[in-house]
Nanobody
Framework: VQLVVSGGGLVQAGGSLILSCTASRQIFGSYSMGWFRQAPGKEREFVAAVSWNGIPYSADSVKGRFTIARDNRKNTLYLQMDSLKPEDTAVYYC?????????????????WGQGTQVTVSS
């Protein structure tokens, strides 16, 4: 499975961005799909995910601001990011995990897309 990430960029605090992750084949019915991010000098962390059976999850730090969604017809996962804060600045990664038992766990994920930089200025 190949994952291609698009979106990202520079935005002012309070602004919005949308990230997209397109899979090379139809996997959403069997794979959990997640977004992770890594800020400079920090460990990669969970942001949001949709489990293989359609249950959404999000980190407390982004609840109410970020929305994860998937388009099965387009094999594409989205991350709508609103009310962005400078602390959201990071490289964002898309990942896929076959029938993950814990869709929030980075260790469950087998396939990773390339990262995309999100920079939020104050």
């Amino acid at each position: 499975v190949q994952l291609v990430v698009s979106g990202g960029g520079l935005v002012q605090a309070g602004g919005s961005l949308i990230l997209s992750c397109t899979a090379s084949r139809q996997i959403f019915g069997s794979y959990s799909m997640g977004w992770f991010r890594q800020a400079p000098g920090k460990e990669r962390e969970f942001v949001a995910a949709v489990s293989w059976n359609g249950i959404p999850y999000s980190a407390d730090s982004v609840k109410g601001r970020f929305t994860i969604a998937r388009d099965n017809r387009k094999n594409t996962l989205y991350l709508q990011m609103d009310s962005l804060k400078p602390e959201d600045t990071a490289v964002y990664y898309c990942a896929a995990a076959w029938r993950a038992s814990d869709s929030t766990s980075e260790g469950e994920y087998d396939y990773w897309g390339q990262g995309t930089q999100v920079t939020v200025s104050s």
